[in-house]
C-alpha cells in the first residue's frame, strides 16, 4: 500500500552532515512543536500512526527509493543525501546487499544481510558528550561497529546513566531524555483493595550528563580506524572490503570465545574490566553461542565491541592470525561439540581462506570439515 507525494513542508531543519534519520526526525519535532508521528509523516516519510518509533528504527537503517523520492518532494533533499541518513549510505561497499546467503545461494533481504554484519534494529549507542554539545545523534552510531568517538577520544555508551537502561528511541525522541520505563513506588491497588501495586514513569535523564570513559589506548583507536576505513570505503573496493569486515567479524567471535584478559594488557581499565565480567559469565556457559552469552537485549555493549575488535584487528593484521590465541586455542579433542556452539556456521563459511587453519583448531577438524562441504557444495 503507497503513500501519497507529501506536500513541500514551508520550513524544514536540514540534517547535518552523518546526522542520522531518526535524529533528524527527532530534531524536526521539537523545531515544528508538532508530534513525532506528524513530523514523520509531513517529512514524506511514513503515514501518520501509532508505531512510529519502531517504524523510524526500521528507516534509519533503509529507506527505499520511493521513500527518498517523497522525502524530496515534501523537504527538497535529494535522494542521495536522505541515503545518507541511513545505513544505506554503507551499502556500496561494506553492507552490501548482493552478499549471497551461503545455505541458498540466493541474495538476502536487506535486514538479513544486515544481522550477519553487526548490524541490529534495537541497537544504539551515543557519545555523552556528542550529545550535551548539540544533541545530534551519528548514523554511525546506529552501527555496534562504533565504539569511539573521534571527535572526543571516548568510547560511546549505551545505557542511561541515571536507569542503566538501553537506550530505546523507538518509545519516544531523542531530544527528550532517556525514554524508559521505571518504577517510580507503590500505590494502594483499585482492582485489589488492600494490595499494593507498583506504578513506573518515564526515566527522562539527559543522556548528555553520561561519563565519557577517554580512550587513552592507541590500538583501540587503531582498531576503529581499520573498521571505518573498511565502511567508508569507495564502491569500487566494496567486495574487498565487505569481505575484510567479514573476516573481521569472525575474528571478533573467536575473541570473544577465546580471548582472555592477557589478550588485553595496555587496554583501557574500563575495557578491561567489562571484558573480565564478560569471559566469567562466559567460562560458566560452555555451550553458549557466543552472541547468546553476550545478551539479546542490548547485544552490543561499546566497551565489550572495543575489546572484541581490539584483538580481533591485532589477528587480520597479524602474519599468522591463529598465533595471536595460540596459547588458549584448544588442540582438537573432546571439547569439539561445545566450542561448535559457540560460532554461527555462516561466521566460518564467509571468512576467508586464510583462517581455514584458524577455525579448525577453533571449532575442531570433523566440524570445520563438515561445515566446507556444506558450503562448498556445487551451485545447482
Ligand atoms: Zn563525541
Ligand atoms: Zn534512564
Known sequence: MGIGMPRRMALVQLPLPDEALLSWVDHNTAA???????????LGLMAAGPSTGSQ????????????AARIQAATGIQPAASLRLTLRRYQPAALGADVPSPDELRPVSPQGMLSRQFVYRQFIAYCPTCVREHGRWSIDWHLPWTFTCPRHHCYLTGVCPACQNAVAPRRGPLTSG???????????????PGHTEGYSRRCG????????????DTRVSAAQQYVNGLLDAPAHCGA????????LRTMVAVALRFGRL????DADPAVRRRFGKFATRRDGLPYAYVYGVWGTKDPFDPLLMAAGVRIAHHMVTSADPSAVLAPVLPSDGPQRRERSF????TDWVRASPRYAQLA??????GAYEAIARKVHRPAQ
Open 32 to 42: 515544528l512543536g508538532l508530534t513525532r508521528s506528524r513530523t514523520a509523516a509531513a
Open 56 to 67: 523510524l528504527q526500521n528507516l534509519t537503517h533503509w529507506i527505499s527509493d520511493a521513500t
Open 178 to 192: 532517556c525514554t524508559a520505563l521505571i518504577q517510580a513506588g507503590s500505590r494502594p491497588s483499585r482492582s485489589h
Open 205 to 216: 535523564a539527559d543522556l548528555g550528563t553520561a561519563r565519557a570513559i577517554a580512550v587513552e
Open 240 to 247: 574487498a572490503a565487505r569481505q575484510a569486515l567479514t573476516d
Open 262 to 265: 592477557e589478550h588485553l594488557e
Open 342 to 345: 559457540a560460532f554461527d556456521r
Open 360 to 365: 579448525r583448531r577453533a571449532i575442531g577438524i
